[in-house]
């Protein structure tokens, strides 16, 4: 990625943006079958298992149409949420993370309305957007290497998962 404020992001902003709302705006699967036939009209690709943890999470490997790489997991069975990360690099503070950021909050806003902010020990600003049982989120991190994290949970699987561990 280049640091040159002129050129364009790769994935463009606009392009994760109507990803995520694609996502958080579609009935939510529960099954890895249902999340599979749901996201692939996306143009999301479902890759291998993870190795599983004790706790019951399980997490696949997933791609989107953009070629960002990213993750879901499910707990007992059921679907929890998706995440990507891009705007990446090994350099702490890279220009393109925090641009990608600024960018990608810009086009959720316009479309969802302002966030909520959260924070987090290892993260920068934490954006959350809740639309009814979901929550998309947008984390900045910057101090070791640099990468944008996005995606789409829904909150009542998210708190059963959270209750368990």
Known sequence: MSEDESAPLEPAPADIAALIGAVALSPWPTTENDLISAYSELG????????????????????????????????????????????????????????????????????????????????GPTLLWTLGAVT?????????DSVVQFGVEHDARSAAYSAQS
């Open 44 to 123: 999301i690709t479902v890759g291998p298992l993870l190795d599983p943890d004790d706790s019951g999470l399980t997490t696949h490997t997933l791609l989107s149409p953009e070629g960002v790489p990213g993750f879901a997991q499910f707990f007992s069975g059921e679907f929890i949420g998706l995440s990507f990360f891009a705007y990446d690099s090994p350099e702490a503070g890279f220009a393109d993370t925090f641009r990608g950021f600024d960018e990608l909050r810009a086009q959720l806003e316009r479309r969802f309305g302002a966030p909520r902010e959260a924070s987090a020990e290892d993260a």
């Open 136 to 144: 998309i989120s947008v984390a900045r991190f910057t101090d070791r």
